[in-house]
């Protein structure tokens, strides 16, 4: 069936390092893949995004890596700051016209940056 | 800006009684989505719309039930509220069509159940 998972469930870098988060998903039909960002207290929200006819995509910051021959994705943070400390999930996206936008997502990982 | 509004931070209920969670989004999104979010287990998801007065269970529907009278306003309800359901609620909305899986979240209600 369907998962997607996150390597690890918590990360913990040093301010001003980069910071990588990956996920590893196993349905080969899916074609969207989101990242989301939830700080404490607060609901998840949208961070970036990439589609399967792509293999790289850079935000503000933030880079997305989609390697669908291994099924994962990593997002990858540059300059990490305190700002950053939150849980990260990745979300996996069947393909388009079905299942009206639901979205199966990771269990998330925690991610701590240290002063 | 999309705003997703969830009706209440926290409640405390007893064993047994009826609950309801209200969820308002003013983007006239078509879907809407009810997660339970616990430590360790992520977000699961428990019921979807993706149109006024249609549903479709998700992965844990069991206990609950919803309701979507308007476009912009998904309930879930707890018809007997069990210890087991103590957990943290998230709604969601997406535009819907294709392309439009991003999903809006509201701030989240923490319910105990005692």
């Known amino acids: 069936g369907e998962s997607v998972g996150l390597h690890l469930p918590t990360l913990s870098v040093q301010e001003g390092d980069n910071s990588i988060i990956n996920c590893a998903y196993s349905?080969?039909?899916?074609?969207?893949f989101i990242w989301y960002k939830q700080e404490s207290g607060k609901g998840p929200q949208f961070i970036i995004d990439i589609r399967s006819n792509m293999d790289k995509r850079q935000g503000q910051r933030v880079t997305v890596l989609l390697n669908k021959t291994v099924k994962h994705l990593s997002l990858q943070i540059a300059a990490t700051q305190p700002g950053d400390s939150a849980v990260y999930f990745c979300a996996e996206n069947p393909q388009i016209n079905t299942n009206a936008g639901k979205s199966t997502f990771g269990d998330g990982t925690t991610l701590t940056v240290k002063p | 800006d999309v705003k997703v509004t969830q009706s209440s931070r926290y409640l405390v209920k007893r064993t047994g009684e009826k609950v309801f969670l209200e969820c308002v989004q003013d983007?006239?999104?078509?879907?809407m989505f009810w997660y339970r979010q616990d430590p360790g287990l992520g977000l699961r998801l428990i019921y979807f719309s993706y149109d006024v007065k249609m549903k479709e269970k998700g992965d844990i529907p069991e206990g609950y039930s919803v309701s979507r009278e308007k476009k912009e306003r998904f309930s879930l309800i707890l018809e007997s509220a069990s210890t087991n359901q103590t957990s943290m609620y998230l709604c969601?909305?997406?535009?819907?069509?294709?392309?439009?899986?991003?999903?809006?979240f509201g701030a989240g209600t923490r319910l105990s159940v005692l």
């Open positions: 349905n080969s039909a899916s074609d969207y």
């Open positions: 969601a909305s997406s535009p819907g069509g294709q392309g439009n899986n991003i999903q809006y």
């Open positions: 983007m006239d999104h078509e879907n």
